[in-house]
């Protein structure tokens, strides 16, 4: 196990896309602290301010967490490699575990290291857009697991779609389009019941919405259709050819 996971995160760590995606992320994140948490607010700063300010932004780069855990899966089938991948392994289950191991590890990374530079940009903003900022009071538990959760969560569900399409430009037509497009006009139909949705649920989780559930009834529901997409995907797994 431990052998397989050091595989997946070699292939993580060897891919540029990798670092295009958490740099760009980050880029956008530290841009967005800096001017409109920051330098250009325009309201008054109360002790709670930092935290939903992070938590806000952290909804926000939400998808670019995703992008990385598609393209592990589908790499291996756009470039055919998946074959030795098995091959190396004597057991699918292993890859597959190993796999989810390297996607939640990334997604962590990503969330402490989007955490520290939305901070330190939002400090540097306040403080050149001459704002004062009062003592701050922190929910630890509130803000890293819902940030935890919330970006695990999408991580997972990008990779079940990159599991379940296998094709790398058909998964992420779908990664793109579902949560967004697809979903609201699903939500449109079903109305109150929109919050059983996937995306709907996680979102809540992390942006609590008039009219939507509890955060926490959010999560239940939300990790409900993770659970049961990665054992889809896991059967699948099992049962479909290497390529």
């Given amino acids: 196990m431990i052998t397989a996971i050091k595989s997946e995160l070699r ?26 948490s920051g330098y250009r607010v325009d309201h008054a700063l109360d002790t709670h301010y930092l935290q939903n300010s992070i938590i806000a932004l952290i909804s926000g780069i939400g998808f670019f967490v995703g992008i990385t855990p598609l393209l592990l899966v589908t790499h291996e089938y756009r470039h055919n490699l998946i074959y030795y991948t098995l091959t190396a392994n004597h057991s699918r289950t292993i890859v597959f575990l190993a796999k989810l191991a390297v996607i939640a590890k990334y997604a962590l990374v990503f969330m402490l290291a989007n955490m520290l530079f939305a901070t330190l940009a939002i400090l540097v903003g306040l403080n050149l857009g001459d704002h004062t900022l009062p003592a701050q009071q922190f929910e630890w ?16 569900m990008a990779a079940i779609f990159g599991f379940v399409v296998r094709n790398q430009i058909g998964a ?58 990665l054992i889809v995907s896991w059967l699948l797994f099992l049962k479909r050819d290497a390529n």
């Fill in 11 to 36: 292939k993580v760590l060897t891919v540029r896309s990798t670092y295009l995606v958490f740099i760009i992320a980050l880029l956008i994140n530290m841009i967005v602290s800096f001017w409109t």
């Fill in 141 to 156: 538990w509130p803000l890293l697991w819902r940030s935890g959760f919330y970006l695990l969560a999408v991580s997972f």
């Fill in 172 to 229: 992420f037509v779908v990664y793109l389009l579902y949560p967004g497009t697809v979903e609201a006009l699903i939500g449109l139909l079903i109305k109150k019941n929109a919050g059983y949705l996937p995306f709907r649920a996680i979102a809540t989780v992390i942006m609590p919405a008039q009219g939507d559930f509890s955060v926490n009834k959010s999560a239940v529901i939300a990790a409900v259709w993770v659970v049961v997409g």
